[in-house]
């Protein structure tokens, strides 16, 4: 079994994945802020007495400190239960649930980002794989990179209104479509990807 942990956005959510993808169980919850109180008790009624063989956690980009509650969660887990552990990108995992319903050759996610700018990456093939890099972008530099027609996350309004066109929905990462995910973008190391430099620079 497969333990999927998210917290990288204003949702929490955990899912236990079976063979083949297979959806054994979820849970899914717009929090906000309450990452921290939220995750390990999601999780325990989560798994009841079963014990995953390994775990996959998102890396971000997204909130700051959703990110590294769940990475912090994952760690401990993987320690304390003895099983590998890697990760994933929120942003791949939103092109790959809004890819997974057809008939999108290119799809952009976008998540809001630190002073007003969004996150952005755009994927497609057949397995989905990022045609290009994550930026950190105001909008209408990011609307201007992005050539895809549906755009997918918590920016996605923000971007396709300084586009002037295009399809958006405002979903959020939700764990259990981490099964949507090919092999290559569920191997990432398991550690923040915060997507812009730190504000607060170090004194020469």
Known sequence: MLLVIETATAACSAALLGPGGAVLDERHEIVGRGHAERLVPMVAELLGTRRPASILVDCGPGSFTG????????????????????????????????????????VAAALQGGHGELFVQSFGGDPIAPLDDLRSLAPAAAAASVGAGLVVGS??????????????????????????LPAALRRLPARPIYGRGPDAKPMA
């Open 155 to 180: 920016g996605a309004e923000a971007l396709v209104a300084a586009r002037g066109s295009g399809r958006w929905s405002d979903a959020l990462p939700r764990a259990v479509n981490a099964r949507l």
């Open 67 to 106: 990110i590294r509650v769940g990475l912090a969660a994952a760690h401990g887990l993987s320690i304390g239960w003895g099983v590998p552990l890697a990760g994933f990108s929120s942003l791949a995992l939103l092109a790959a649930a809004a890819a997974a319903g057809g008939g999108e050759a290119e």
